[in-house]
């Protein structure tokens, strides 16, 4: 079964950082696939934030860009986004897909429960 479960969403104040993760099962980040992060904030239109490719290339949206970085380790099998600068936009339910092309935003092929990152002023 695949699967991806996310961790680490927290509160901060406004100029923090935090980090996320995201552990998948049921296949290997080895496998050609872009993994990636989505955001939904209840004032906001679903936004995809991030994408790393199967060789490691990221790609951002411009809000974040400069702010944001994506990662993984493929040994663990987990996906990363660190956050710095935080900005009460960013507040949002991160998501952590799994992607079925290269596309931005891409095709999302799984995607997990999300966690929750409140930024406040």
């Known amino acids: 079964e695949v699967r991806v479960v996310e961790s680490g969403g927290v509160s901060v104040q406004a100029g923090g950082s935090l980090r996320i993760s995201c552990t998948a099962s049921g296949f290997t980040f080895d496998d050609a696939s872009d993994m990636g992060w989505y955001r939904q904030s209840p004032a906001a239109s679903c936004e995809f934030v991030s994408t790393i490719s199967s060789d490691g290339t990221p790609t951002y949206e411009d809000s974040v860009q400069g702010r944001f970085t994506i990662s993984k380790d493929n040994a663990k099998n987990t996906l990363y986004l660190q956050l710095d600068s935080l900005q009460t936009e960013d507040t949002a339910m991160y998501y952590c897909?799994?992607?079925?092309?290269?596309?931005?935003?891409?095709?999302?092929?799984?995607r997990g429960q999300g966690t929750q990152v409140t930024v406040s002023s």
């Open positions: 897909v799994k992607a079925v092309n290269s596309l931005w935003p891409p095709t999302v092929a799984q």
